[in-house]
C-alpha cells in the first residue's frame, strides 16, 4: 500500500520533469494535461476547452508545433483525425517548427482517453527516412478519401470490421448508420459539380465532428456516408444521428449562396449477435431506403 502511494505521488512529478513531450486527450479529443516539455513545443491551454484540432490550427497560424506543409489546414486536420486515435497504439514521425525531429506515440484506452507521448530523435540516423516518408504518406493516401480527406471504403470498412470483432467478443454494443444526401444530383445539375463537392466537403466535415475518439465515419461514395458508433445505447446513438441532421439542416455550405440548404435522411441499426460487416451495412442500407421511401430528411431506426 505504501509504495503504491508513493508511486501515484511521483509518477506526476516524474511527467512534470520529463523531458519527454507527454499529454492526455479525453474521449472528445479535449486536451486535459501537458508537462512543461509538450507545452514548450505546442501552445495550449490546461482549462478543459482546447480540442487537438483547435490545437493544430491555433499553433498553425502561429508557426508553432509540428510543421505542416498545406495550403489548407482544415483539409490536413480532417485527414489526421480519420486515423487519429483508431487504434491502441500508434507511433509515427514529425517534424517540428524548430527543426527536430520526433517520434510520437499514441496510446489509447478503450474509454476514448489518449496518451501521446513524443521523445526527440533529431540525433539519430536519418537512413532511410525519406523512405519512410514516402511509405507514410503513400499508407495516407490509401486510407484517405481524395476530396473530403476524411476515410475511403476501404480504410472505414477495415475500421469498422475490426470494431465488429471487437464487439463479438465483449458483448458491446455497437451501431452503424448511413447517410445519403437527399436530391444531390440537383445539387449538381443546378450549380455545377464544384458546388457539389463543396457540399460533400461540407457534410464530411460535420459528420466528424460529432465523433468521438471511439468513433469512426468515412464516405462510401459518390454522396454515401457511414458513421460507426460503439458503446452507446440505442437512444444516445438515435440523438447523435438526429442532432447531425438537424445540423446538417442549417448548414450553409456553398459561402456565395447564404440562401442554399440542404438535408439528408438517415438509417441506423444495431449490430447483432454473429452479424458480419456485409450484414450489418445491407440492414442499415435497408432502413437507410425506408427514410428516403417516407420522405428523406430524417432518420430511420431499424430494429
Known amino acids: 500500500m505504501q509504495v503504491n502511494q508513493e508511486l501515484h505521488a511521483v509518477l506526476p512529478e516524474l511527467a512534470h520533469q520529463s523531458e519527454l513531450l507527454i499529454a492526455m486527450f479525453d474521449q472528445h479529443d479535449i486536451l486535459h494535461y501537458a508537462n512543461p516539455a509538450f507545452q514548450a513545443v505546442f501552445a495550449v491551454r490546461l482549462d478543459g476547452s482546447m480540442s487537438w484540432s483547435t490545437m493544430v490550427f491555433e ?31 500508434r507511433a509515427f514521425e514529425s517534424d517540428l517548427t524548430d527543426g527536430r525531429w520526433i517520434w510520437m506515440t ?23 527516412r525519406e523512405l519512410r516518408q514516402a511509405r507514410d504518406q503513400a499508407l495516407r493516401a490509401a486510407q484517405t478519401d481524395m476530396l473530403t480527406s476524411i476515410s ?30 437527399d436530391f444531390f444530383k440537383n445539387v449538381n445539375d ?11 466537403i461540407s457534410f464530411a466535415r460535420r459528420l466528424q465532428a460529432c465523433t468521438r475518439r471511439n468513433d469512426a465515419c468515412g464516405r462510401l461514395g459518390g454522396e454515401e456516408f457511414i458513421l460507426c458508433l460503439p458503446q452507446l445505447t ?25 440562401d442554399f440548404r440542404y438535408t439528408c435522411s438517415a438509417g441506423l441499426v444495431q449490430l447483432r449477435a454473429g452479424e458480419t460487416l456485409e450484414q450489418v451495412i445491407d440492414r442499415a442500407d435497408q432502413a437507410l ?3 428516403k421511401e417516407n420522405g428523406r430528411n430524417r432518420l430511420v431506426w431499424l430494429d
Not at 501521446?116 to 537512413?127: E, F, G, K, P, V
Open 59 to 89: 499553433n498553425y497560424a502561429m508557426r508553432r508545433g509540428v510543421a505542416i506543409n498545406t495550403d489548407d489546414i482544415e483539409q490536413w486536420i480532417a485527414s489526421a483525425y480519420s486515423r487519429r486515435g483508431k487504434l491502441p497504439f
Open 106 to 128: 499514441e496510446t489509447v484506452q478503450e474509454n476514448g482517453w489518449m496518451m501521446c507521448i513524443a521523445s526527440d530523435i533529431t540525433h539519430l540516423r536519418q537512413d532511410g
Open 152 to 181: 475511403n471504403r476501404r480504410h472505414i470498412s477495415q475500421i469498422i470490421q475490426q470494431a465488429i470483432q471487437d464487439r463479438h467478443q465483449k458483448s458491446m454494443s455497437l451501431h452503424v448508420a448511413l447517410f445519403d444526401l
Open 190 to 200: 443546378s450549380f455545377g459539380h464544384a458546388a457539389g463537392d463543396l457540399v460533400l
Open 234 to 258: 440505442t437512444a444516445q446513438a438515435v440523438q447523435v444521428v438526429e442532432r447531425l441532421l438537424e445540423d446538417v439542416r442549417h448548414d450553409m455550405a456553398l459561402p456565395d449562396m447564404p
Open 289 to 291: 431506403y425506408q427514410a
